[in-house]
């Protein structure tokens, strides 16, 4: 189906572990994001991808890795999972231009 | 201070009445901008985008002031089925594309 699909849906993994979020779009988007929403908080940007190949870091980075081999693919790394980084996890799309943004059903990821 | 500022409440309003929040959003190189809806913590939605002119759709109007950088949301009739969070959302093409949120508004619509 086309859309923008995150897995895993939940996860939940110890202290120290790696941990792989992935996103995957349809509609071959050139933007990608990945956000945290901590419970009672907004949106915070943590990478984002304006192409294949090219990532950028945005507001909260650290403890996180991305990569962007493939348009429609873009996967966000938890290096060493910390407790700090439970949260729930949206990746969101867009297309060129100054459109709207269109996410993922999130992944909430806890860390024990 | 934040790119894109909004007050996050809580509204608390009856059925019925008439609603307002404002965003206000520091670059004035913003070119593209957008309300959302994110209910309980699933992913935000659009609700709709912001024209210059000012842009209605059934009981939401949304207005832009390029001036004063903010942007509102009015609802009329408020149903108990807005009860929700409300993000503005900017796009400055300065700022290498991406969409900038704000942390939300939450209205609680009661019977």
């Known amino acids: 189906d086309a859309g923008i699909t995150q897995s895993p849906r939940y996860k939940i993994t110890e202290t120290g572990r790696q941990v792989t979020l992935m996103c995957h779009q349809t509609?071959?988007?050139?933007?990608m994001f990945w956000y945290r929403q901590d419970l009672g908080h907004g949106l915070r940007l943590i990478y984002y991808?304006?192409?294949?190949?090219?990532?950028d870091k945005g507001e909260v980075p650290d403890g996180y890795v991305v990569s962007r081999s493939k348009t429609e693919n873009f996967p966000l790394t938890l290096e060493s999972a910390t407790r700090s980084q439970t949260s729930v996890y949206f990746c969101?799309?867009?297309?060129?231009?100054?459109?709207?943004?269109?996410f993922g059903q999130g992944t909430r990821l806890t860390v024990v | 201070r934040k790119e894109v500022e909004q007050d996050p409440g809580p509204f608390n309003v009856p059925e019925g009445a008439t609603v307002a929040f404002n965003c206000t959003y520091s670059?004035?190189?913003?070119?593209?901008f957008f309300w959302y809806r994110q209910d309980c913590r699933k992913e935000p939605k659009l609700l709709m985008s912001v024209y210059s002119s000012g842009n209605e759709d059934g009981r939401f109007t949304a207005q832009l002031n390029r001036a004063s950088q903010y942007i509102s949301l009015l609802i009329r009739d408020s149903k108990l089925s807005d009860s929700a969070t409300y993000l503005c959302?900017?796009?400055?093409?300065?700022?290498?594309?991406?969409?900038?949120f704000g942390d939300g508004t939450t209205l609680t619509v009661k019977p």
């Open positions: 509609w071959s988007h050139s933007y």
């Open positions: 670059n004035s190189a913003s070119q593209s």
């Open positions: 959302v900017v796009i400055a093409n300065t700022n290498a594309g991406k969409s900038t």
């Open positions: 969101a799309s867009r297309g060129q231009g100054n459109t709207e943004a269109f």
């Open positions: 991808s304006a192409a294949a190949d090219i990532t």
